[in-house]
């Protein structure tokens, strides 16, 4: 009887080291804390597999990794107070297009993916519902987003403007607003000069030229760059521009509401209980 108890009782002590050491091992995969949610080395190990497939491969990865999966814990829980919850339908729509973009992801790594755009779209809702309607632009603000559109794409407009090649920089020197395109095109003769008048689409010129007469104001010369100046005659808007002024309202809205949510996160961020167990990872706070 009594070796039957001393074979329970090693039994039990074997089952209780390994119950501890399991444990042990556990709280050491525990990299950190966010509000109580815990934070392992597989949730960060697929975030980094997450992020590189993404395309962002920075050389601290890890430290940002775990920086990213506290900023959604922090979305999270903001949106929770305004009953903010993604819907599975829209949820799975977007991890469908993810999935599209990214392609196959192992378990942990789609997990990842899941718990982040439920994060984002959190928190779309949240900008929507009480950023975006108090945000004021201005006609400076509107005509910036509309010269950064003219720059990276060009619109679809039709723009005729003055190019003179070969100027000396004291010859643009004496170029001085013109009344009309005729105007600068008979300036730019008297100094000896050939100017070219030309048409097209905005979006079919050169970068190099849309980058110029970005923002240009008409009949104002630009300043002289590879001995050449350039002047807008005029645009005229095309049936492909359609509602693009209301767009372009709405993205530099949408620029001011994205830079007011991220201040907004920073706050919510430095209220947020995060507690960092493993000293590497100090720099994700």
Same mark, same amino acid.
């Given at each position: 009887m009594k070796e039957f108890f001393k074979k329970i009782n090693l039994a039990f002590v074997c089952a209780l080291c390994f119950t501890l050491y399991a444990l042990a091992a556990n709280a050491a995969s525990v990299i950190a804390t966010v509000n109580g949610n815990p934070v392992t080395d597989t949730d960060i190990t697929s975030r980094v597999k997450l992020m590189s497939k993404q395309g962002s491969t920075p050389t601290n990865n890890r430290i940002q990794a775990l920086s990213n999966i506290i900023d959604d814990y922090v979305r999270l829980a903001f949106a929770e107070n305004f009953k903010a919850t993604p819907t599975d339908s829209d949820l799975n729509k977007e991890m469908k297009n993810l999935e599209s973009r990214l392609g196959a992801m192992d378990a942990p790594t789609r997990a990842m993916a899941r718990f982040s755009l439920r994060a984002q779209i959190a928190w779309q809702i949240i900008v929507g519902r009480t950023i975006i309607p108090t *945000?004021?632009?201005?006609?400076?603000? *509107?005509q910036a987003e509309k010269a950064d559109l003219e720059?990276?794409? $060009? !619109?679809?407009?039709?723009?005729?403007?003055?190019? !003179?090649?070969d100027i000396p920089a004291a010859a643009a020197a004496k170029?001085? #607003?013109p009344k009309s395109c005729d105007g600068a095109i008979g300036m730019a003769k008297s100094l000896g000069g050939d100017p070219q008048k030309i048409t097209a689409k905005e979006y079919e010129l050169s970068p190099d030229i849309r980058e110029r007469i970005a923002g240009l104001p008409l009949l104002t010369w630009s300043p002289v760059s590879?001995?050449?100046? !350039?002047l807008v005659c005029g645009k005229q808007k095309t049936k492909e521009y359609g509602n693009l002024d209301e767009i372009i309202k709405q993205n530099a809205i949408f620029k001011r509401a994205m830079f007011t949510a991220d201040q907004q996160l920073k706050q919510l961020r430095r209220k947020a209980v995060v507690i960092i167990n493993?000293?590497?990872?100090? $720099? #994700?706070?």
């Open positions: *945000i004021k632009v201005s006609d400076d603000d *509107i720059r990276t794409h $060009g !619109l679809p407009v039709d723009v005729t403007f003055v190019r !003179l090649l170029l001085t #607003a590879d001995r050449s100046v !350039l493993d000293p590497t990872y100090k $720099g #994700a706070i």
